[in-house]
């Protein structure tokens, strides 16, 4: 038996960060970084919150890929500030790393209450992402860097009750970033569509997300200034965030978790690199392991208006199509070109291979790898 549940309420499109106006409430604690704040975005939050008789308390000090210190800090500036009474709101304001970071205090105060025998009372969680990739603002994922290793947390306490989509969030993105993040949204989009979990309502999502990327990215990577670029990617991303909180991903993130956080490569990047042998293996068009992720590829095409006569033409072209992205939005070729030295590569290989073999990702791809396979993708991808 399959599920599909969506649990935020969604406000989009430039100017949306006015509904904070309109929250009921007393006491808001607003997770966020320095860009943010030197931005103004972060006191235009505070401005709104006052708007609507809401005093707010800030912790501004994540980092990307926030790890158990930025957690615990999270933790104890939200204990001190709310000494006497727990926030009624919280409010993530930034890019995946600080709607994930607020996702890990929420998760380990709500934890820690338990564990002493307290109740903790949920606050309403609020997600305003200023970057265009994660789909964290509706997900219950959360991936915390521990001890060097990208752990991810599941679980649905951890979706976030709203969810504002405001295009002028993402006007000062810099142009790689427009790159890693809107090639990060695509990978949820196609590994939700080819999940094993993938179910109608997921692949609705998924189809309409590969369609607004490959429409819009290319225009917002070449000019940020574009406001419908920006909001169709944008909503893209939590469209396909919308797809993979209910059917999961698959290998290309199991892949890109251990080599981030091995080689401290962004997460967009690390999916970009790797995706392409990802798409390849599991196709298996020289195997005979099955049609399935062939024959999705292949819709997909279809949806991009490629020749798609046959689930083989059509795989085919749905691989090239995403070759051509990625070289417009100037994603390297490969790790090599990120500098890495492929002797400390190799020397990492066993590690990262044990570490995307035993993460949550893994179990839904739509082939499942050995040990051998992880290897001959991650050689492929340098």
């Not at 219950?140 to 860097?145: E, Q, R």
């Not at 070109?337 to 020397?347: K, M, R």
Request: glycine share 8%; net charge neutral.
């Amino acid at each position: 038996m399959k599920k599909f549940v969506i649990k935020p309420k969604i406000y989009f499109n430039e100017g949306s960060m006015k509904f904070l106006k309109e929250i009921k409430g007393s006491c808001a604690f607003i997770v966020s970084d320095s860009v943010m704040e030197k931005l103004g975005y972060l006191q235009k939050t505070i401005d709104y919150l006052n708007e609507a008789g809401i005093k707010s308390a800030v912790f501004t000090e994540v980092r990307p890929d926030p790890d158990v210190k930025v957690i615990a800090a999270g933790m104890r500036r939200y204990l001190e500030a709310h000494a006497d009474t727990h926030a009624d709101i919280i409010v993530a304001l930034g890019g995946g790393s600080v709607i994930d970071a607020a996702k890990g205090i929420l998760y380990s105060l709500w934890q820690f209450s338990k564990a002493a025998g307290k109740q903790f009372k949920r606050p309403l969680f609020i997600a305003i992402p200023s970057t265009s990739g994660t789909g964290s603002e509706v997900t219950n994922f959360s991936v915390i860097t521990a001890e060097g290793e990208k752990v991810c947390i599941v679980d649905e306490w951890l979706a976030p009750d709203i969810a504002i989509l405001d295009s002028a969030c993402i006007q000062h993105v810099p142009q790689q970033v427009v790159a890693d993040t809107g090639i990060d949204a695509l990978v949820h989009a196609i590994e939700a569509y080819v999940s094993t979990e993938a179910t109608p309502c997921t692949d609705a999502l998924a189809e309409k997300a590969v369609q607004l990327i490959f429409e819009n990215l290319r225009t917002l990577y070449n000019d940020v200034s574009d406001s419908h670029a920006r909001e169709c990617v944008q909503n893209a991303s939590c469209i396909a965030g919308m797809a993979f909180t209910n059917a999961n991903l698959g290998i290309n993130h199991s892949l890109a978790h251990a080599l981030g956080g091995t080689f401290r490569i962004s997460h967009g990047r690390a999916n970009a690199l790797l995706m392409s042998a990802v798409i390849e293996y599991n196709a298996d068009l020289n195997g005979n392991t099955g049609r399935y992720a062939a024959e999705k590829y292949a819709k997909l095409a279809a949806v991009l208006q490629l020749p798609a006569r046959t689930y083989r033409e059509g795989a085919v072209n749905f691989m090239q199509a995403v070759k051509d992205l990625k070289k417009s939005l100037g994603i390297p070729n490969g790790i090599r070109q990120l500098g890495i030295d492929q002797s400390a590569f190799e020397n990492e290989l066993g590690n990262m291979v044990e570490l995307a073999f035993r993460d949550r990702c893994t179990s839904t791809n739509p082939r499942q790898p050995s040990r051998e396979d992880l290897i001959g993708i991650y050689k492929k991808s340098f």
